[in-house]
């Protein structure tokens, strides 16, 4: 997978999907595995700006219980199993669990039952075709006393009368799960590009005949030619479409979320846990060897580009956090990092997905997406594609992507893989040789062919040096945060030590020619990030 500009440049594309997070990202490969000639085109990194923040659950649909949304809970029962089916080193079961509240109250403990019974009936295939170790077990509720022995005695409270029990899917590195898919795409003929904004369109008689870019790597400018457009920019997709002058021009209001990470302990027991204030359920969800804490929302009402989190904004959402956190309070020191990042305000009234075609407008071969969630992403590409193809009439091929594995996901079972796996790693040290199966899966060689670079990155016990050669290589890795932040978790969790950024940035300039000062550039660069 490699970074080329040149040949998008002289390439006449069937599609180009201008956007590279999970959704962008996901449509693309969808088209290239269904035989269109597609570009992906990105304005920054693949996966560094809507798609950034997440709780990295893959929700099987329980929560749109409340709203008596069956079509949801199907469509993301479906695509939790899909995505633990294609994507089995990425994506695994997550317990959950919710204390209930009493009988007069709605998450009482016989209400809680009634919904995980009714659940169940709905999701009733939702390990059809799974493993063992990827099977999600029926939910249920649990006594108070179980509840305690599983959360800590803080639950020994009048007002706890037990929980409910229920698994999702949580990926652990939700970058890596984005990269899979786009490796995936490139295997089927996909171009991918990043750091190439589009700064306009050229129209030809009511059609987008090309999607100006300008390479932000060159300062070169050029022209990508294209039959066909998806607008799927997240935040930015009204920003996109006002380079069209003669569209309408329509409010694309936004959500800033923010989510914590933590390093302290939280709960006795690593499954994620979901506490109500008077608004809304937080979650408290394990990951790697930290907790995050999520999701706080609020309106932006300005450039997508102008995101920033406030101390004052911080200071609230830990206010919110340690009323309902039963433990002793978190302090502005146990966060770690800060994850931010944005999901649609008002797209449509019901948060589903939506796709808007511009044919009306005066522009016949432009459409933009603006979904939500993760866990759909595949399922949205999917659709995108279907109602390209039927628009243009093109011969309808059906969608293979549920069942076709992604990068690095050929194997029977995880665990089995693993097993076997592990007896091949035996030169490196078993820590770094979980992650990288967790990370890479049946792709693993491609990172084992350096050889001389498998050995551990200064400050982790985990990641090694030949990862962050091979994001530079294979993965378009072009800035220190593209490696750090997104191609491996060095930096996903808190900022790295300095030495551990000094020698990331040293291994990088060997393969990209970098001065020592463009090696203190890209230190402060990343740096900022935190």
Not at 54 to 66: A, D, E
Not at 296 to 306: C, L, T
Not at 360 to 368: C, P, R
């Amino acid at each position: 997978m490699k970074r080329n500009p040149e040949r998008v440049a002289d390439t006449h594309y069937e599609l180009v999907v201008i956007g590279g997070g999970i959704n962008g990202i996901a449509t693309a490969y969808e088209a290239a595995a269904r035989g269109l000639k597609t570009c992906l085109l990105e304005a920054s990194d693949f996966m560094s700006q809507t798609s950034s923040n997440s709780l990295k659950i893959i929700h099987g649909g329980f929560r749109y219980l409340q709203q008596a949304n069956i079509k949801r809970i199907r469509e993301s029962n479906r695509e939790r199993r899909t995505l633990l089916k294609i994507a089995p080193h990425l994506v695994h079961p997550l317990q959950c669990v919710m204390p209930t509240e009493s009988i007069w109250k709605l998450r009482s403990l016989p209400g809680m039952f009634a919904a995980s019974l009714i659940n169940g009936l709905i999701a009733f295939d939702r390990s059809k075709g799974l493993p063992p170790d990827k099977r999600i077990p029926l939910g249920g509720i649990i006594s108070k006393k179980k509840l305690i022995d599983l959360l800590g005695k803080e639950f020994d409270r009048p007002d706890v009368t037990g929980a409910a029990v229920w698994h999702d899917g949580m990926a652990i590195n939700s970058e890596r799960l984005g990269l899979a898919f786009l490796h995936s795409g490139v295997q089927h003929g996909l171009d991918a590009l990043n750091y190439c904004p589009v700064t306009g369109f050229a129209l030809e008689n009511g059609r987008i005949s090309g999607v100006q870019v300008r390479d932000e790597l060159s300062g070169n400018s050029f022209t990508v030619r294209a039959d066909q457009v998806v607008n799927a920019a997240g935040a930015w997709v009204g920003g996109l479409l006002n380079l069209l002058p003669s569209l309408p021009k329509r409010d694309f209001p936004q959500c800033r979320v923010m989510n914590f990470v933590v390093k302290r302990q939280l709960f006795p027991s690593r499954l994620a846990v979901g506490l109500f204030d008077h608004e809304r359920a937080f979650f408290f969800v394990p990951w790697l060897n930290y907790w995050m804490i999520g999701t706080d929302e609020a309106a932006w009402p300005n450039e997508p580009g102008q995101l920033r989190i406030t101390e004052e904004e911080i200071a609230h959402f830990l206010q919110r956090i340690n009323k309902v956190y039963p433990g002793e309070p978190l302090r502005r020191e146990d966060i770690c990092h800060v994850h931010k990042g944005f999901v649609p305000g008002r797209f449509k009234p019901n948060g589903d997905f939506k796709l808007l075609d511009h044919q009306q407008e005066g522009i016949a071969n432009l459409i933009s997406i603006q979904p939500v969630k993760y866990t759909t992403a595949r399922d949205i590409g999917q659709k995108t594609v279907d109602y390209l193809l039927q628009k243009t009439g093109r011969p309808f091929k059906p969608s293979q992507t549920a069942e076709l594995p992604l990068s690095g996901g050929k194997m029977e079972d995880f665990t089995s893989f693993c097993q076997n796996k592990m007896q091949e790693l035996v030169g490196i040290n078993p820590s770094s040789a979980q992650h990288l199966l967790r990370n890479y899966g049946s792709s693993v060689q491609n990172v084992l062919r350096y050889s001389e670079l498998l050995r551990p990155v200064p400050g982790s016990d985990e990641v090694l040096e030949a990862e962050i050669a091979y994001a530079v290589d294979e993965e378009m890795a072009v800035h220190l945060d593209d490696a750090v932040r997104r191609r491996t978790d060095l930096g996903a969790a808190e900022k790295p030590q300095p030495e551990t950024l000094a020698h990331c940035a040293a291994l990088m300039a060997e393969r990209l020619g970098w001065s020592e000062e463009q090696q203190h550039e890209e230190i402060a660069r990343c740096s900022r990030f935190y």
